[in-house]
């Protein structure tokens, strides 16, 4: 990103490795790369030395490195919400049999921090540590339609508004309609907007005083089932969502009961 030196281009080749989720040779990195060859190759061979990425000399590829794997096992830990929250999506997905969510925002796109395949799975695109549109997916409307103005107005300049089905919406004007009518019911769907056959319903993850945290989400497929079937859940995927937010709080903000009497306020 501009404006961010080194350790943003490092990054952004990080990026590029991670998203082909297999052994990548230099070639590929390269078609696909906004740098020179000898820049890019300058940056694969510096995060190789640090351990950020690993290289098979045989297969001549790069995967993510051990030194990574570990910093982002410690961000799991520490950052997100998927140890707090996983007794509880793990009784949700037994109660309900279908597909459960657990996502949060990272810039402005939906990162899906844990995941509860159904007793009959379905292929989905959503798999945990990937990343996903948040204009056209349950969770990320559900946690956009919590966010401060200003957080908001900045989220929707990111979405790219692609049309991936019929029923995606495609507008800021649409779907600023969309999440008001979220606040005002307190959970958002996902009728089919992102992928054919695909329907969920999202809650978000506050704090007591409104902050958003999160959200969490049941998907099923539309060849087992319909959205009254799928809505007959929503009193307990809100009760879930407010149980992790409550423990949440607890954990990540204990310091002081200041802090939760202003969330109060």
């Not at 969770?139 to 029923?167: I, N, P, Y």
Request: glycine share 6%; with cysteine.
């Amino acid at each position: 990103m501009a404006g961010d030196g080194t350790i943003g281009k490092a990054c952004d080749v990080l990026d590029q490795v991670a998203a082909f989720e297999r052994p990548v040779r230099f070639g590929e990195l390269l078609e696909s790369s906004d740098f020179p060859k000898a820049t890019l190759y300058r940056f694969l061979q510096s995060l190789t030395n640090q351990r950020m990425l690993s290289y098979d000399p045989e297969r001549q590829t790069y995967t993510p490195g051990m030194r990574l794997v570990r910093l982002a096992h410690a961000a799991w830990t520490q950052s997100s919400l998927a140890p707090i929250a996983r007794p509880f999506l793990d009784a949700l997905s037994r109660e309900t049999g279908e597909t459960v969510h657990l996502a949060q925002l990272d810039s402005s796109q939906v990162l899906y921090v844990d995941k509860r395949n159904a007793t009959q799975p379905v292929e989905m695109y959503s798999q945990a540590g990937k990343v996903g549109p948040a204009y056209c997916t349950g969770v990320g409307k559900a946690m956009m339609a919590f966010l401060d103005e200003e957080t908001l107005a900045k989220a929707l300049s990111q979405q790219s508004f692609h049309r991936f089905t019929d029923k995606t919406l495609t507008s800021e004007q649409a779907l600023r309609a969309d999440l008001s009518l979220i606040r005002s019911r307190g959970y958002a769907i996902d009728d089919e907007e992102h992928e054919p056959g695909i329907i969920c319903i999202a809650c978000p993850v506050l704090t007591s005083g409104g902050r958003m945290l999160g959200a969490i989400s049941v998907t099923g497929s539309t060849e087992r089932m319909d959205f009254e079937q799928l809505e007959t859940w929503i009193p307990r995927v809100r009760r879930v969502a407010e149980q992790i937010g409550i423990e949440a709080q607890a954990w990540r903000f204990p310091e002081t009961r200041q802090n939760a009497s202003n969330d109060r306020m």
